[in-house]
Each structure stands twice: as structure tokens, then as C-alpha cells.
């Protein structure tokens, strides 16, 4: 990453645009998995153009390629990508180091590799047992369509699974032994291998998936709910009035995200769906809901919990123990921002945690880390609307999910200068 820093800016007033956001990282990382193991058969409209969907588009090609000598594919930052590959190079002919960043080698990995060991798959770690780089050796024998798996880590070790079940000539039946995290993802997983004509059964704790045809068909990428989450907040600042049209949003979508259009009806932001697209609009300031869980939708955290602090709203977050182990440890990053402004976040009773900004200060300009996480840049830039200024360092770590995102911020009154 390189020492780059942008000033941020806003010059008030009413917002009106209209944002075209890029596809779907979630769906364009499942929609390419599908179209590799489908051998084209399931084809794909509206990719995003995230840094980690084309990241894993190349490592896709690359696998293909191989078949006798050692590939090494890096998918640097990108934890989907990983754990997907980790499913899927297992499955196809080849042999594979798959690496990544150094933060990717502190996520664990180890509950996808044991389910994946489990039933056949010849996978060995090639630095620190539970975590990447691993070594692949694909092409394996099934031995096993029974897998036990833990559901409160990872989302993404359950979609990989799931995601090459037809493939497997015994099918695959996973039991999650432990509450499950992040299930909408899980849901989307399904929703989208129903798409190519997947049937599948989710009992209680067990999902099966029996081997099976998949049938031509093409799936149409969403817009990104995550990335709306930023404008949701940017509305929600703003005076009463503003809106924000954004083109392609459906109001049933496979994305979990999408529910960031009942939190922020607590922060006065209505949503409209209308003419293919919603309109997000402040419509009052008046106080809502102050607690949030956010066990379904991880990503929304840190919008939220900025939003509030930018708002001096106090409130309390309940859901967030799968954030220390995402593109940083979200709850530290947010802390050590948050503190900036006087604002402390801490956890209260177990699991939930406090934003008490009564003391919060107005500093005439402010440094924000990103730690190497997109969320954290795109979740404090909004906050330009109500302090002076805000300096964001390494503000390319958008590029991960969405690339446009500074140049959109000024389409809605946003000014930033790159250092
Ligand atoms: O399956 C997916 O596309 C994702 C699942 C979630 O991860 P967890 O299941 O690890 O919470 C989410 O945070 C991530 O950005 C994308
Ligand atoms: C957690 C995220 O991504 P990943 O796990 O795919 O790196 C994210 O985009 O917030």
C-alpha cells in the first residue's frame, strides 16, 4: 500500500445526484466460482468491477491454465476470493500455493480446510497450521458427503462448500453445529445456485445439496448494497431535503446489506424504489432506534457506528464479534479513530458495545488511519459533512470494493485533494 493521503472536504448545502455503483462483490465472487465450475455454462452480466472480483477473475484464469507445474495465486486482501479458491482449486485438476496478503495470512482458515480434508481434498498448510498460504493439491477423491462445521466464524467456509456441492459426485450435506454468522450470505449462496437450477434442502442445521445438472442460464449482478450503505450515511447527515438516486437497486435482493434501509429509517433517510433504482431522502431528525445488531450485515458496522458518532448519538451495537477477524480488527480500528474525536466505543456486557459521544469534540482537522480497510475509509468519509476537514490516509483500500468511490463522493458536493 502505498503513503498516499487525501483531504476531504464538503461545501454544505442540499445533496441531489445520482450514483451508479458497481455490481455486487458478494454475487460477482459466487456468479464467477459458478461460471469456472460450470465450464461457461452460467454466464454472467453486470461483474463488478471491484479490485477483489477482478483479483479473483485472474486467479480463476490462471487455474485453469495448470495442470502439471506448481501455480502460485496471491489474491492478496480479498477473504472471499480466498476461501472460495480454497473450495474450489481443491476440486479441479492442478496444483496450487494460494497465498495472500500478510493481514490474509492472520485469517483463519482452518474450519473450511478441516471440512474440506474431510471429505477427501488434499490440502496442507504452507506457513502457520489454520491459516494461509496453502498447498493444494486438487482433483480429489471424494470420500465423504457428510461435513459438521462451525456457523459462527465464517459465513464464507459455508457459501464455499455449498458452491461446489453439485459439483462433487456424492452431493454434500453440511450440519452447522454453532449458531450461524452472517446467514443472509448464506441464503444468497443458495438463492443464487437455485438461479442455475440447483435444488437444495436447508433443514434446521442441515443443508444437502445432491450432485446435479446445472442448466444455461446467465446471472444478472445487483448493485452493491454495502457500497449504498455510504450514501445512506451521507444522506442521513444531511439537511432535509437531499437525495440520492441509486440506479439498480432492487427492493427484494439476495444481499443481506439491503438492511441498511431499516437502520437508517432511524437516522430519517426514507427509501423509495421506483424507476429501477432506489431514492434515498432525508426526510426528518427526529430520533429513533439506538441499538443495532448486526450479526446478519458485518459490513454495515462500521457505517453505522460512524454515522452515530457523526450525529452524537449515543448507542449500542450488538453482533459485531466476527469484525476482529475481517480486513483488520475492525472494533480496534474503530476505536483508535474514534478516539479522535473523543468518542469511545467499548464493550459493556458481553457482546455489546457502548458509543458514548457526549463528550465529543469538533477538531478543526482530523487524520483518519484506514488500516488497509476499504470500510474504514468509506465509512469516516461521510463525516466530511460535518467536521472541517478529514485527511484520509491510503485512500486507494477502496479500490478492494469499490473503485469510484471518490469520484462519486463529488457528484454530491465532496471535495478532496490526493497528496
Ligand atoms: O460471503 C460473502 O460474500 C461475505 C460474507 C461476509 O463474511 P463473514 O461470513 O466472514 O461474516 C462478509 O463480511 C463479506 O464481506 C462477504
Ligand atoms: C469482510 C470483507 O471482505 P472479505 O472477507 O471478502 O475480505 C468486506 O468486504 O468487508
Redesign the pocket.
Known amino acids: 500500500m502505498d503513503t498516499e493521503i487525501l483531504s476531504l472536504t464538503h461545501q454544505g448545502g442540499c445533496i441531489k445526484a445520482t450514483i451508479p455503483l458497481t455490481g455486487s462483490k ?1 454475487e460477482s ?1 459466487r456468479a464467477l466460482i459458478l461460471n469456472a465450475l460450470s465450464k461457461g455454462k452460467v454466464r454472467i452480466q453486470n461483474l463488478s468491477h471491484a479490485d477483489d472480483t477482478t483479483t479473483l477473475q485472474k486467479a480463476l484464469q490462471i487455474a485453469t491454465k495448470s495442470i502439471d507445474t506448481l501455480q502460485t495465486i496471491d489474491i492478496g486482501p480479498a477473504g ?1 476470493a480466498m476461501r472460495f479458491l480454497t473450495a474450489y482449486l481443491s476440486l479441479i485438476p492442478g496444483h496450487f500455493l494460494l497465498t495472500g496478503s500478510e493481514r490474509m495470512k492472520q485469517r483463519p482458515i482452518g474450519i473450511l480446510v478441516d471440512a474440506l480434508t474431510g471429505i477427501g481434498a488434499n490440502i496442507n498448510y504452507a506457513g502457520t497450521a489454520g491459516y494461509p498460504p496453502l498447498d493444494i493439491k486438487g482433483a480429489f477423491s471424494q470420500i465423504s458427503d457428510q461435513i459438521t462445521i462451525r456457523g459462527d466464524v ?3 467456509y459455508l ?1 464455499a462448500l455449498l458452491l461446489i456441492a453439485p459439483f462433487l459426485p456424492n452431493g454434500l450435506t453440511l450440519t452447522i453445529s454453532s449458531p450461524l ?2 446467514k443472509p ?1 448464506v441464503s444468497m449462496t443458495l438463492d443464487m445456485l437455485k438461479e442455475i437450477g440447483v435444488d437444495y434442502l436447508w433443514e434446521e442445521n442441515n443443508i444437502t445439496i445432491k450432485h446435479q445438472e446445472i442448466k444455461e442460464s446467465v446471472l444478472t449482478v445487483e448493485p452493491d448494497w454495502s457500497a449504498a450503505s455510504y450514501w445512506y450515511s451521507v444522506i442521513a447527515l444531511s439537511p432535509i431535503g437531499s437525495s440520492i438516486f441509486l440506479p439498480g437497486l432492487k427492493n427484494n435482493s439476495l444481499q443481506g446489506d439491503r438492511a441498511i434501509v431499516d437502520i437508517m429509517r432511524h437516522f430519517g433517510v426514507s427509501s423509495r424504489f421506483e424507476n429501477n433504482g432506489v431514492t434515498l431522502e432525508k426526510v426528518s431528525t427526529t430520533g429513533g432506534e439506538r441499538f443495532f445488531n448486526f450479526k446478519e450485515c ?2 454495515l458496522a462500521q457505517t453505522v457506528i460512524a454515522c452515530c458518532a457523526a450525529l452524537g448519538y449515543n448507542a449500542h451495537f450488538t453482533g459485531l464479534e ?1 469484525l476482529k477477524i ?1 480486513e483488520t480488527d475492525r472494533i480496534l480500528a474503530l476505536q483508535q479513530e474514534l478516539a479522535k474525536f473523543s468518542i469511545t466505543l467499548n464493550e459493556e456486557d458481553l457482546g455489546t458495545y457502548h458509543l458514548d459521544t457526549t463528550s465529543r469534540t469538533n477538531p478543526a482537522s482530523v487524520k483518519i488511519k484506514t488500516y488497509e480497510d476499504h470500510r474504514m475509509a468509506m465509512a469516516f468519509a461521510p463525516l466530511a459533512i460535518v467536521f472541517k476537514e478529514l485527511i484520509i490516509e491510503e485512500p486507494k483500500v477502496v479500490g478492494k470494493s469499490y473503485p469510484t468511490f471518490w469520484e462519486h463522493l463529488a457528484k454530491a458536493n465532496f471535495g478532496y485533494v490526493l497528496q
Open positions: 458478494s465472487n472471499t465464517s459465513s464464507q457459501s454468522t452472517s450470505y458485518p459490513d466476527t475481517k
